[in-house]
């Protein structure tokens, strides 16, 4: 069974800064792509970063130049450090993988999601 746990999130001001921590537990192969996801009250869950295995990053538009996703593959921990933050940024922030893992003889893959972690940014 995988699994995927979120830490750190929590109250902020505007223009400060956050780290988010998700760690994946469970039977698993490798984990090919593995970052965050967010949604705001009323809104859809939308990408925020994510990483390949490789190092290979994707960001939205909103959050170049003030997040920044990395993993230690090692660990299989993907961390989103989050400056500069904005009103705007306040959301539940879901870790995401995308994981290989043994089934039957052979292997299986799925998409796999944290519970959730809540990031508020309040003066």
């Known amino acids: 069974q995988v699994q995927l746990v979120e830490s750190g999130g929590g109250l902020v001001q505007p223009g400060g800064s956050l780290r988010l921590s998700c760690a994946a537990s469970?039977?698993?192969?490798?984990?090919?792509?593995m970052g965050w996801y967010r949604q705001a009250p009323g809104k859809q869950r939308d990408l925020v970063a994510v990483s390949t295995t490789g190092g290979t990053t994707t960001y939205a538009d909103s959050v170049k130049g003030r997040f920044t996703v990395s993993r230690d593959n090692a660990k299989r921990t993907v961390y989103l450090q989050m400056n500069s933050l904005k009103p705007e940024d306040t959301a539940v922030y879901y870790c995401y993988g995308d994981v290989s893992f043994p089934e039957g003889a052979g292997r299986g893959r799925g998409d796999y999601w944290g519970q959730g972690t809540q990031v508020t940014v309040s003066s």
């Open positions: 469970g039977s698993i192969f490798s984990i090919y792509v």
